[in-house]
């Protein structure tokens, strides 16, 4: 834990863009859990929650789009978290890729959410 202060306090000091980085996918990773809880519709009995093997989409329960907000904690804490140890371990390079992969995987999530729930 010590190892962790001391990392969190080289990121604000020296490496701001990784800082900016890593609030921006906490707050894309807020935007993206906020808008699936909006677009989740427990009314609706069977919905649209995936891809098909053939390019249609899967029917299924509302609850499967629980799905959503739960990677849209890991991509905020969790990933946060991650890019502080690789720092630790690899350096600012290595964290900086991490943190635009992550952001990346976040905007993809968007995409799928919101194509799912346009075509339910």
């Known amino acids: ?8 306090k080289k990121i604000y000091q020296n490496e701001r863009i990784m800082l900016m980085m890593m609030i921006l996918n906490l707050l894309a990773s807020v935007a993206l859990m906020v808008y699936s809880f909006i677009k989740i ?3 609706s ?6 891809y098909g093997d053939i390019g249609g989409y899967r029917d299924g329960s509302w609850t499967d789009l629980i799905a959503f907000p739960l990677i849209a904690i890991l991509f905020g804490i969790l990933h946060n ?3 502080v140890r690789i720092f630790h371990k690899r350096g600012a390079g ?5 943190l635009i992969t992550t ?3 976040i905007v993809g999530a968007f995409i799928v959410l919101s194509r799912l729930v346009q075509e339910g």
């Open 103 to 105: 952001s990346v995987l």
């Open 45 to 50: 009995s069977v919905i649209k929650v995936g």
């Open 41 to 43: 519709n427990p009314a």
């Open 94 to 98: 290595m964290t900086k890729f991490f």
């Open 81 to 83: 978290f991650i890019a």
């Open 1 to 8: 834990m010590k190892d962790f202060k001391v990392d969190i």
